[in-house]
């Protein structure tokens, strides 16, 4: 029986840690054991409350809570010291292990009698590709099965040297405490120093470990901790002839890391300079004497390394910067005339300066005043009626803006004036690629629902839907947001992967769903009369999705058969998906022969959400706002299997329903004759869905949302819990002629 130790340090790492902690917990088999130190490396996301779920739940699971940032090193040794394995593992949180990869590793122990370390193979993944390939393949070829030390097999030293590719028999990591430091680059020491300081060290070329590239920023000064690393590992390596292969590699790989650190940005000119001579002191002390200068433009750098020259080295980088800069301006150009000479009104603009009382929100590609910019800007104007809020409407929708509400027409003079002198900028979807996010603006990015669907990065792999996207100008969009409103942990943890870009979580709801706890009786009843809804029947709210698979939206259920199936109790509200032109919607005939009341033109789906009994959808994040009515919902799945394969979705919704399941129509008709769909067992289901969905959601999200951004309050008020909260009364209850005052 072999136990692993996996630790893991977690910094800012919600969108990847319940992956990462997941692979580790379920890769264990009959002959494994395992056990998870998990350290919360002061997050500031929502780390820490993922990683204390774990810990509660599974005893496998250990949490090590800094009370301050510490360096990864420090943070890594942290939880060491709390380990009782045969064997570790160091992780970030980002990172995942293979399926039965400690199953692979156990058996690998065993085969090679337990050796100090064992080295396996990884890929590492970006937004734009899961699985690129570590380089290292060709390395793991000569050693073979064998087992060795570094001295037999020197060109191993070229493994890729991070902590995440090998384990560590636990006894040899204790006796080697010198190569785990405290500071922000121990990998590279641990990982070289462990292979030249193994007796015994075996290899396996199978992919264990997923790696998420991601850049962290140490500060100008972090970089100087790889001079004392290199020390170390030359005293570590020793000299003579024996190990003449291994200097040659580790002072090639030293050289390349010194010149990528000289190439990163945002160093002053006088931190390159300081780092310049002090790899090159570390460039003639460690020079190997059959040393060979690469014949290439990388050679010339080293020459400007060997003679010290940092004014050499960088003239020698700003020759290159130019000629590059001209390549790349003159693409840019070419792509952006036409733009330029459109827009030349809104450079102008940006020439002024910023209007810090101004607002410009916008909601689904300019289609209203509605969603959560709409609730936040009625919030703003309750509570800071000092800021000026302007709103990009289509000419189109013009008539149904609020009177007294100022709004901008789309390409308009005055459109690209707000948009260049405004302070906020709050939307639903992204702004046009044309808007350039200035210094001192703030953009707020609200969405417009809870995904199921997989959504930004995450839909890459499906080609349904991410076919001729431009996922490079997506994140470029995506990189102006300074905040994302979120509903729930569910949708912290999915923006933060499917858009990695930096930006703040909102945890404070969705300032939409405020209504659903601020509507009285007399509202519901109000929008049911307008609606045309016969007092005492039974509305039930169709709201279908959008299908990428379909050209055209024709309903999925028989209305006509479904109408007459359930009689005069009930009446069907039924609402096309907004991408779908209304103008060719088969509803207008069913809605003409009174057998249901096409209500796809309504604007407010709060409203209608309020004024029905029940709600039928299929996969429409309409299901998540409903829940905080917690009325009954049912889900339509009959095509479940082909949306999921080509839309891709983060969880199986007819495993995790809010409510009954139907596959078919007779499955929907038997559910309200029968009256599965308000049982016991759906109640049950809703009250788990609620609990992890209507997390945030209390009525109170606009104004916590309008006190942060817009008036600069750090205090906000606090998220009522789910079992105090009071939605607005049913359609039953608001008609009954006595009601308690709410």
Not at 339 to 356: D, F, S, W
Not at 428 to 450: A, M
Not at 541 to 569: F, I, S
Request: aromatic share 10%; net charge neutral.
């Amino acid at each position: 029986m072999t136990m692993f130790s996996v630790v893991v340090t977690a910094l800012d790492a919600q969108g990847y840690l319940r992956e990462c902690l997941e692979s580790a917990l379920n890769g264990a088999a009959a002959d494994t054991e395992v056990e998870v130190v998990v350290v919360d490396n002061a997050s500031t996301d929502a780390s820490r409350a993922i990683i204390d779920e774990y810990a509660e739940r599974d005893e496998r699971v250990r949490a090590v809570r800094l009370p301050r940032r510490l360096p990864a090193g420090a943070a890594r040794v942290a939880g060491a010291q709390q380990v009782g394995g045969d064997y570790v593992l160091f992780l970030e949180g980002h990172d995942s292990l293979m399926p039965d990869a400690l199953v692979a590793l156990a058996r690998r122990a065993e085969e090679a009698g337990r050796p100090d370390v064992i080295v396996f193979d990884h890929v590492r993944s970006t937004w734009s590709d899961s699985a690129i390939g570590s380089g290292d393949g060709r390395l793991f070829i000569a050693p073979g099965s064998e087992v060795f030390t570094i001295e037999t097999q020197q060109k191993t030293l070229n493994l890729t040297p991070t902590l995440a590719n090998r384990v560590l028999r636990a006894d040899f990591y204790a006796a080697h405490q010198e190569l785990f430091g405290q500071d922000e680059y121990t990998e590279v020491l641990p990982a070289i120093g462990s292979l030249l300081a193994a007796e015994r060290i075996a290899i396996t070329d199978a992919v264990l470990v997923r790696r998420n590239a991601r850049e962290v920023p140490l500060g100008e000064e972090g970089h100087f901790n790889l001079f004392p690393q290199y020390e170390a590992l030359w005293k570590l390596l020793g000299s003579g002839p024996a190990m003449a292969e291994a200097a040659r590699i580790v002072f090639s790989g030293m050289v390349r890391r010194y010149l990528k650190v000289l190439t990163l940005p945002g160093a002053s000119d006088r931190h390159q300079a300081k780092f310049f001579h002090c790899a090159s002191a570390h460039f003639l002390r460690y020079k190997p004497a059959d040393y060979q200068r690469p014949a290439n433009l990388n050679g010339v750098r080293h020459a400007m390394l060997e003679r010290d020259s940092y004014s050499g080295y960088r003239a020698l980088q700003l020759a290159n910067r130019k000629r590059r800069s001209v390549r790349t301006l003159a693409a840019k150009a070419r792509k952006k005339a036409a733009e330029v000479a459109k827009e030349g009104a809104y450079r102008e603009q940006l020439r002024h300066p910023i209007e810090e009382d101004l607002a410009v929100f916008s909601a689904y590609w300019d289609r209203g005043v509605t969603c959560n910019p709409g609730a936040i800007s009625a919030k703003l104007a309750e509570l800071a009626p000092q800021i000026r809020q302007v709103w990009v409407v289509r000419r189109d929708d013009v008539p149904l803006v609020p009177a007294g509400l100022d709004y901008v027409v789309p390409g308009s003079h005055r459109y690209w004036s707000v948009l260049a002198r405004a302070k906020y900028l709050v939307n639903n979807v992204n702004f046009p690629d044309s808007v350039i996010k200035r210094p001192g603006q703030i953009h707020v990015q609200t969405h417009h629902g809870t995904p199921l669907k997989r959504m930004g990065t995450d839909q890459i792999p499906y080609r349904a839907t991410s076919r001729g996207v431009d996922y490079e100008a997506l994140l470029e969009r995506c990189a102006r947001w300074d905040y994302s409103v979120s509903a729930n942990r569910h949708s912290t943890e999915t923006w933060s992967r499917a858009y990695p870009v930096p930006f703040a979580s909102l945890d404070y709801g969705y300032p939409r769903n405020d209504l659903y706890y601020t509507a009285t009786a007399e509202d519901v009843l109000g929008i049911r009369e307008r609606l045309g809804i016969a007092p005492g029947k039974k509305a039930l709210l169709y709201a279908p999705t959008h299908r990428d698979y379909e050209a055209a939206w024709t309903p999925r259920l028989d209305l006509e058969r479904l109408a007459k199936t359930l009689g005069d109790d009930f009446v069907l509200l039924v609402r096309g998906h907004y991408f779908y032109d209304r103008g060719l919607s088969p509803l207008q005939e069913l809605h003409r022969r009174e057998l249901i009341i096409d209500v796809s033109g309504y604007d407010s789906v709060e409203e209608l959400c309020l004024a029905s009994d029940a709600l039928i959808t299929d996969y429409s994040s309409v299901m998540f706002d409903y829940a905080n009515l917690d009325r009954p919902i049912v889900v339509f799945a009959d095509d479940w299997v082909t949306y999921s394969v080509t839309r891709g979705v983060y969880f199986d919704l007819t495993e995790q329903a809010p409510g009954a399941v139907a596959l078919s129509q007779a499955d929907i008709e038997r559910l309200f004759l029968d009256g599965g769909w308000r049982d016991a067992a759906a109640a049950a289901k809703r009250a788990e869905f609620r609990r992890r969905f209507c997390e945030f959601d209390d009525g109170n999200a606009a104004e916590r949302v309008a006190r942060h951004v817009f008036l600069g309050q750090e205090a906000v008020p606090p998220v009522i819990p789910l079992d105090q909260r009071v939605p607005a009364p049913t359609p039953e209850a608001a008609a009954a002629p006595y009601r308690p005052h709410r």
